[in-house]
């Protein structure tokens, strides 16, 4: 899903060209404007991590459980792919160590052997909170990932503040002129 633009860039960057330049102990220059509280900014307007969003309706596909039965489930199919790729992944550790080392071969019949058992498994990620079990854990991913690329484009990045952690912040790099 494409979103509108979540941030005036123009406008950011007369707030950034205004801000306090900010140096840190290791000599990094920063520039920091506050974006907003993490409640008025987000699409579910709550604050949780991902590990603990008990305060999150649950997804209405998935019921939060994150996973949904695959109607294409074929339990004997499924073992004989699984253990097949078992018995690869197996040797290959035996054979090559570390799966750095592997032949570019042996990933490609891993993935391939991953994905037939993937058609054939029990359980699906969920498609509709992809997995996050709360469909407002997949709206927040969605915009945390726009706006971290809507930054990319002038250099910039979020991060919360100190804290409560609520609000959030944007920071970009100064450039320090080292010419001689
Ligand atoms: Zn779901």
């Excluded at 306090?20 to 974006?35: A, C, P």
């Excluded at 709550?46 to 074929?74: D, M």
């Excluded at 499924?78 to 042996?106: D, S, T, Y």
Aim: hydrophobic fraction near 30%; aromatic fraction near 8%.
């Amino acid at each position: 899903m494409k979103l509108k633009s979540l941030l005036d860039i123009t406008k950011l960057l007369k707030q950034l060209d205004k801000a306090e330049v900010y140096e840190d102990e290791d000599g990094n220059k920063t520039q920091t404007v506050y974006l907003g509280d993490i409640r008025s900014i987000t699409p579910s307007g709550k604050v949780y991590t991902p590990f603990a969003c008990s305060n999150l309706t649950p997804c209405p596909r998935c019921n939060g459980t994150t996973q949904i039965e695959n109607k294409h489930y074929k339990k004997k199919k499924w073992m004989k792919i699984h253990n097949k790729r078992k018995v690869l992944f197996l040797n290959a550790i035996n054979q090559c160590g570390h799966f750095v080392h592997w032949p570019e071969k042996i990933h490609q019949k891993i993935n391939k052997l991953l994905k037939q058992e993937n058609h054939w498994t029990q359980w699906l990620i969920c498609p509709e909170c992809i997995g996050l079990g709360s469909l407002e854990a997949r709206l927040d991913q969605d915009f945390w990932k726009q706006l971290g690329s809507e930054l990319d484009t002038i250099e910039a990045w979020h991060h919360s503040s100190e804290g409560d952690g609520c609000q959030v912040m944007v920071s970009r790099g100064v450039e320090i002129c080292t010419q001689t």
